[in-house]
């Protein structure tokens, strides 16, 4: 079983700042199978980031994805009020087909 | 853009069943796309539980799988969640979604799901 770890758990900045999240898998991962999601309170998670750095539709390029290995980054860029949100990542595993998400990172704000 | 919307109860005996249905619009429920279920226990995070394609295809977690069925109506465009012999555990917000490339892409807005008696 693959385990996904993000981190940090909470995150603490001001708006325009920049965001770097982190999530890091305890097995190889294809970055195709990687996703982020942005979930605010009281909402289901948006899509921002599949296949490791491809934005999602609607998604502003003040976010971004990479891919080294097993780790996996999420950076937001000029953060703005709305951004400040929990986050989350995902992969796809198979055989069997399976998603699996991490334990979530906080960003709050300063 | 496709929209989905879940409906059900929102109370279950424990033991019981627990049964919700996903209403799909803007885009036909047999078109080429799975289509899953994921929950999210009250301040946890998110547990994809299983997927279908308009064929008959699922696919579902191991951990849920002796519990749970999803199976489509292409007449009503939706498909539904089923599962059994529910404990509070199971207590949580329940999302419909339209998967997308490796992804889980639209969300439906979710449903709570309180298992009490």
């Known amino acids: 079983e693959i385990v996904l770890t993000q981190s940090p758990g909470t995150l603490s900045l001001s708006p325009g700042e920049s965001a770097t999240l982190s999530c890091r898998a305890s097995?190889?991962?294809?970055?195709?199978?990687l996703g982020w999601y942005q979930q605010k309170p009281g909402q289901a998670p948006r899509l921002l980031i599949y296949?490791?750095?491809n934005r999602a539709t609607g998604i502003p390029d003040r976010f971004s994805g990479s891919a080294s290995g097993t780790d996996f980054t999420l950076i937001i860029s000029r953060l703005e009020p709305e951004d400040f949100a929990m986050y989350y990542c995902?992969?796809?595993?198979?055989?069997?087909?399976?998603?699996?998400f991490g334990q979530g990172t906080k960003l709050e704000i300063k | 853009q496709v929209q989905l919307q879940e409906s059900g109860p929102g109370l279950v005996k424990p033991s019981g069943t627990l049964s919700l249905t996903c209403a799909v619009s803007?885009?036909?429920?047999?078109?080429?796309?799975?289509w899953s279920w994921v929950r999210q226990p009250p301040g946890k995070g998110l547990e994809w539980i299983g997927e279908m394609y308009h064929s008959g295809g699922t696919n579902y977690n191991p951990s849920l799988t002796s519990r749970v069925t999803i199976s489509v109506d292409t007449s009503k465009n939706q498909f539904s969640l089923k599962m059994n012999s529910v404990t509070a555990a199971d207590t949580a917000v329940y999302y419909c979604?339209?998967?997308?490339?490796?992804?889980?892409?639209?969300w439906g807005q979710g449903t709570l799901v309180t298992v009490s008696s």
């Open positions: 296949g490791a750095s």
């Open positions: 803007g885009e036909s429920i047999s078109s080429d796309r799975w």
């Open positions: 097995q190889s991962v294809s970055s195709t199978y």
């Open positions: 979604v339209a998967n997308g490339y490796f992804s889980l892409e639209y």
């Open positions: 995902q992969q796809y595993t198979r055989p069997p087909p399976e998603y699996t």
